[in-house]
Nanobody, 127 residues
Framework: QLQLVESGGGLVQPGGSLRLSCTASGFTLDYYTIAWFRQAPGKEREGVSC????????KYADSVKGRFTIYRDNAKNTVYLQMNSLEPEGTAVYSC????????????????????WGQGTQVTVSS
C-alpha cells in the first residue's frame, strides 16, 4: 500500500520555525518528485515547494522564498520542509504529494502533477 504521512505541524508564534516531515511507505521517494502544498480555510490549495526527481532541483512559491527549505533524506525515505520566519498567513493544512515529475520543474507546484497525497498536518501561526 502506497502511503505518505506528514508530521511536525503545530502552533508557533510569528517569526518562529517548524520542520514538517513527509515519510513514504510502500514506495521509494527518491524516484518521485515531491511537493508540499498548503490550504487555508476558504482559500485554494497553494503549491509551496517541490523537489524534482530529475537532478534534485527545487522550486519555491514567491511567498516563501528565502524562508522555507525543502530537502530529502533518502535513508529515511522522508522529505522535509523547514519553515523559518513563519507569518500568520502561513496558517494552513500542509500536505505532501508524490508524482512522477513528468511536467518537469516548471509544473512541479501544480497539484495536477501528483498522484499520491498525505492526509495533511495543521500549522497555526499565532501569538
Amino acid at each position: 500500500q502506497l502511503q505518505l504521512v506528514e508530521s511536525g505541524g503545530g502552533l508557533v508564534q510569528p517569526g518562529g520555525s517548524l520542520r514538517l516531515s513527509c515519510t513514504a511507505s510502500g514506495f521509494t521517494l527518491d524516484y518521485y518528485t515531491i511537493a508540499w502544498f498548503r490550504q487555508a480555510p476558504g482559500k485554494e490549495r497553494e503549491g509551496v515547494s517541490c523537489f524534482s526527481s530529475s537532478g534534485g532541483r527545487t522550486k519555491y512559491a514567491d511567498s516563501v522564498k528565502g524562508r522555507f527549505t525543502i530537502y530529502r533524506d533518502n535513508a529515511k525515505n522522508t522529505v522535509y520542509l523547514q519553515m523559518n520566519s513563519l507569518e500568520p498567513e502561513g496558517t494552513a493544512v500542509y500536505s505532501c504529494a508524490a508524482g512522477d515529475g513528468g511536467g518537469g520543474i516548471s509544473w512541479c507546484l501544480s497539484p495536477y502533477e501528483y498522484d499520491y497525497w498525505g492526509q495533511g498536518t495543521q500549522v497555526t501561526v499565532s501569538s
